[in-house]
Structures are given as C-alpha cells and as structure tokens.
C-alpha cells in the first residue's frame, strides 16, 4: 500500500469535496488555500440536476436541507417593441435546481476538519518525483506528500506539471455577469421567473436571468454573452464594466424593456465581465498528481457544469483509493474515467457557443417544433439542422 500523505492546492468546491472523499478513504489530507476566509466571490447561482443533488446528498457531502429552487421550464424571449417582457418565442422543457454558489461551497467547506484546511497560505511551486511530490509554500517550510491534487482553478500552475502546453483556448466572447436582492426590484417578479431560467435572444448572443436562493433572501443573477467588436486576450481573468463598455448599447438595442430594466439594475461597478474560454489537457494525472475540476478541465459556462464535474471528479478519485491501495492504478483508473467526461462537456459549451453566441439563428422566424429541433442537434452534436447553411 502506497502512502496515505495527501497535499490538495486549492481550498474551492474541487478542493474541499477531494479533502471529504480522501479522508473518508482513509487518507491524511492538508488543504492549501490561498484566499483567506470564506470563498463569496466566485459565482451566484449553480444548476445541479436533481440527480447531481441527490449523489451529493447519498455522499454526505452536502445538507439535504441545502437552500435551493427547482427549474422546470426555460421561456426563450426576444424584444418585440415596447412589449414589457418581449415575445415569448419558446418555452423549453428544463430540469434544474438552483444553487447558490457560496453556500454549496460552505457545505463542502464545513465537512473539512479546520486542521487540514489552511487557508491564507500560496502555494507557490512543486516538485514531482515519482514516489511523491514536494510543495512549496509562501513563508512555510516544503512539505512531501505521496499525492498532490490540483484543484486550483483555471489558472491552475499544477497542470503545468501534468501537460505543460495546455493552454486556454478563447471562445471569442464575454460573459458579463451580475446580481442583487430580489427585494431591490420595484415590483414582485413576473411569473416566468418563478420556477423558470429565461433567456433572452438577440443576434450575436444572449442573456439569461433566474432567482438563485441567497444568504439575505433570494437573489436576482443574470448573465450577457456577447460577441464585442474587438477580441479580448485570453489572458485576462476579468474586467470591469468600465474597460469593455458596450452593455447599455446591448440593452437598448436588443433586450425587451423589463429585462433591460432587470440586468440593468445591477451597479456598473458591481457588474463585472470576462473572457468566455475553454482549456483542455492531454491527460488528468502524472507522477504523483492529480488534476481536478476546472484545473483539469475548463468547459465554457453555458454547461452549467463546474461545480458538478469538479464534485463528481473528487467522488471517483475517492471511490478508486478506496479501492486500490497504489496509486499507479488510482491515477490510470482515475483518468481514464474522468477525461472523457471533461472532453465531452468543453465541446457541448462550444456548440452551444455556436449556436447562441457565434452563429445565431433566426430565432424571431422560429416555430417552436424549429426551435426544439435545433436545441436536439446542439445537444447531440449533430449539424446544426436547418441553421448550419449560410443565408
Ligand atoms: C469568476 C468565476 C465565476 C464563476 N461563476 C460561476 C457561476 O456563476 N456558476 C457556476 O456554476 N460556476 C461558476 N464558475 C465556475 C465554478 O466556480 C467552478 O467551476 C467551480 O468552483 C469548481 O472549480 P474548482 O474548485 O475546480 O476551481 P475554483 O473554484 O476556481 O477554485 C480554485 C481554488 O484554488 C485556489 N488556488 C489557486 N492557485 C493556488 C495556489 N497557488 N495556492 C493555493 N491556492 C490556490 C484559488 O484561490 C481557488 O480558491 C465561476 C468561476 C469563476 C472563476
């Protein structure tokens, strides 16, 4: 039996489930987080399927009493003159439930032991070797653990160790985000936002807005993906409203005048707006490390599926220690099983990309039967029907 020592680097939703399913396999884990305290800022609202829930409730790696909103339908909306909400266009079968992105977090969180969670602490380099790795920290003495999990993020600087020219691939649009109380909304939320996620259609993207559950009551979130006249690098993580100007031009010109009003009630400075992008990697494991949620796999947001890939990441990692007792077999079972699953959600994000982003559809001269055809050819990868042929 191979040692038991584990260094996870990243604190986050990939890092705390991966501490839970290690130490329950039996391991003796140490989490290095660079952030300190709690982790608010990394998402508003998190859709799992309710068998995503459920798994995640069997495992005990979350309260079955998590706050959270059903979704059960998405109404697909265009502007259509003054009419408030614009014109219903579609309305698509859906099964969701909502999350809210710090409290799913805090579950994780609360179910590692303070002792093996350090936060506040970067790790800044590791050295692989191929009975263990030793990592480096930020004003602390090396340490050696017999596996090193990456969980740290997107940007992660352990994947340089597993595929050195894995690099982010730029979608060739933004995302711009933001939120706030649903009591801040002049008037009770109309009833296609009750149990619903709408999206909002234009040429050149699309916007989405739902309730997710808060801390302070529920929240309005809303998301903008747009195609701007000038590329972003894909270098840069994030921009202020100010840097990339250009959503009131959007909201004028294409969002029906509630939605308008809605997406943008949110303060510019609170509103923030970043690169769309996609990183993929020729294998999950090398040596003694493991690559888990966003640092092995970056799929685009339209998945939904960050937070899910990372848990369900963690949980195979978990269910193959338990059953092997070398991590040679851990890390081989363990890619195999998690890679292509990456794999098929980074290229289910850039089919939708390309569909509701980069090349749009006719929506307003949609039927609803177009409509549903279309989403099953983006979803099963297939040609994009009858929208694939330039008009
Ligand atoms: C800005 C942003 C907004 C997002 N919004 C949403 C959303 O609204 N809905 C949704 O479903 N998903 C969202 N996601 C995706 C979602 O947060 C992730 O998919 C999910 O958290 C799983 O990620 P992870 O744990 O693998 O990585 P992350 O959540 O990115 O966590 C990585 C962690 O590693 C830590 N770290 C990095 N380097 C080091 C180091 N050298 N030493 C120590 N610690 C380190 C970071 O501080 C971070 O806490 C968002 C992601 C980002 C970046």
Known sequence: MDGNRVGII???????????????????VTVFERSAGVLRDRGHGVSLSGEARAELVDEDLIDADLPAWPITERSWFARDGDTPLGRLLWQQPFSGIVHNWGMLWANLRDRVPGTDYRDGVRVSGIEPADDGVTVHMDGAAAEHFDLVVGADGYRSSVRAAVDPVAEPTSAGYVLWRGGYPVAELPQPVPDVLHQQTVTIAFPGGHALVMITPGEGGSRIYWGVYHQPAEPLPSDVDHLSAADLPGLDALLSQHFPPYWADVVGRTPRDATVVHPVLDIQTSSYTAQRIALLGDAATLARPHTGSGAVKAVQDALALGRLRREHGDWATVLAEYDAARRPAGTALVDLGRRIGEAQVTGTPPWMSMSPDDFSAWIQSVLSGRRLYLYDTPR
């Open 10 to 28: 990243g604190g986050s939703i990939a890092g705390c489930a991966a501490a839970t399913v290690l130490r329950r396999a039996g391991c003796e």
